[in-house]
């Protein structure tokens, strides 16, 4: 059903079913390539209304953040972790939003 949907990057995707917390949702982990993006920037990257609860930490090489009630992982090596999605679709959906913020962050 979700074969036409695919991350630009073409990296492969776990998709756990169902999320720990909440057996109605997925989760999903991948790796995404950063392409060269600096944490700062990719911080930077997420100060817009879409994005909340945002805590980052640079020795930790990480930033988590939610969209709407996915819990969103994003560590600096390229490894991205979605909680509470609430299908397949809505995984890729999401990343492809973490995709413009990548973006975002790379032409800073």
């Known amino acids: 059903m979700f074969g036409s949907l695919k991350n630009k990057w073409r ?4 998709v756990t079913n169902p999320c720990v917390k909440d057996r109605t949702k997925v989760s999903a982990d991948c ?9 700062k920037a990719i911080i930077k990257a997420l100060e817009d209304p879409q994005f909340s609860n945002i805590k980052a930490s640079e020795s930790l090489g ?10 969103i992982t994003l560590f600096f090596n390229g490894r991205l972790v979605i909680r509470n999605a609430n ?3 809505d995984v890729y959906k999401t990343i492809k939003i973490i995709e413009g913020v990548i973006d975002k962050a790379v032409k800073k």
């Open 87 to 89: 299908d397949e679709e």
């Open 11 to 14: 990296t492969k995707v776990v």
């Open 62 to 71: 990480l930033v988590t953040f939610n969209i709407e009630k996915r819990k």
């Open 31 to 39: 790796m995404t390539p950063m392409l060269g993006a600096k944490p």
